[in-house]
T-cell receptor
């Protein structure tokens, strides 16, 4: 696609429920990133994929969070047993390749985000 | 712990003035530096990237990098009300993901 597409744009759920957020990166981009942004804060890294594998998941806050990218394109972020503190905008970004050295190929392009509200 | 520090603002400047946004980072081996603009309720969009010490100019925007002082800045000349947004500084070391600061909110007063 022309840009990074994220669905849903808004999700309201109740505490304890399961949520899936989807990201469709720019066609041909091998690297895909998930960030979380709370109000008044900068994006906070969660996980990134190089192809199908999670290259770095050190930002996932706990084992309730999980992400997959089974075919190396679309990714799904899954949150189990949601808590009110999970409320945030979940941003997905993609780049042509994983950052290495200095290159325009590692510039991140963000999607519009999925706003999650846990009541 | 990699840290990127920015003054949260708001930074208010009159229309036509120069806006100066500053960012410091903690890790000396940081290699790539980026400025993103984020309008309220929207996603971040890349404005500038800079990799070498010195200045890099693109239209009304100039990024300045001083690796010895671990400092990167963004200057916006002839500020316009449409420049009012939050400006996010981001830093990368090698293959690691971007680390973002909290952002500086800029308000350009007409």
């Amino acid at each position: 696609g022309a840009g990074v597409s994220q669905t849903p744009s808004n999700k309201v759920t109740e505490k304890g429920k399961y949520v899936e957020l989807r990201c469709d990166p720019i066609s041909g981009h091998t690297a895909l990133y998930w960030y979380r942004q709370s109000l008044g804060q900068g994006p906070e890294f969660l996980i990134y994929f190089q192809g199908t594998g999670a290259a770095d998941d050190s930002g996932l806050p706990n084992d309730r969070f999980f992400a997959v990218r089974p075919e190396g394109s679309v990714s799904t972020l899954k949150i189990q047993r949601t808590e009110r503190g999970d409320s945030a905008v979940y941003l997905c970004a993609s780049s042509l390749k994983v950052a290495g050295g200095i290159s325009g190929a590692n510039v991140l392009t963000f999607g519009a985000g999925s706003r999650l509200t846990v009541l | 712990q990699k840290e990127v520090e920015q003054n949260s603002g708001p930074l208010s400047v009159p229309e036509g003035a120069i806006a100066s946004l500053n960012c410091t980072y903690s890790d000396r081996v940081s290699q790539s530096f980026f400025w993103y603009r984020q309008y309220s309720g929207k996603s971040p969009e890349l404005i500038m990237s800079i990799y070498s010490n010195g200045d890099k100019e693109d239209g009304r925007f100039t990024a300045q990098l001083n690796k010895a002082s671990q400092y990167v800045s963004l200057l916006i000349r002839d500020s316009q009300p449409s420049d009012s947004a939050t400006y996010l500084c981001a830093v990368r070391i090698g293959n690691t993901p971007l680390v973002f600061g909290k952002g500086t909110r800029l308000s350009v007063i007409a």
